[in-house]
């Protein structure tokens, strides 16, 4: 990614990308999902430190890793801690 565009991860990102993706997606994201996070993980200087999380066994289209509630405060929570 860095080698398509140098810019496109300057550390602006780090620690702010979260995936939630079914392992059994009905239109295959998950395969293209598999190939980004392997992508990310392999990024240096600085590292994403983006998350993922696999609905498994056989979570299809539109699984979510949380409710939408927990995603609200963990969303929250992340907002009072990057105040000025």
């Not at 392992?23 to 999902?33: E, H, I, P």
């Not at 980004?36 to 990024?43: Q, S």
């Not at 609905?55 to 929250?76: D, Q, V, Y």
Request: hydrophobic share 45%; proline share 6%; with cysteine.
């Amino acid at each position: 990614m860095q080698a398509y565009h140098p810019d496109f991860f300057n550390g602006a990102l780090a620690g702010k990308l979260h995936f939630y993706c079914g392992d059994m997606d009905s239109d295959f994201f998950n395969l293209a999902a598999y190939l980004f996070e392997d992508a990310m993980n392999a990024l240096r200087d600085p590292a994403p430190r983006a998350t993922f999380a696999w609905g498994r066994p056989l979570k299809r289209h539109g699984w979510h890793g949380i409710t939408n509630t927990a995603l609200i405060r963990e969303m929250a929570v992340h907002v009072k801690q990057s105040a000025p």
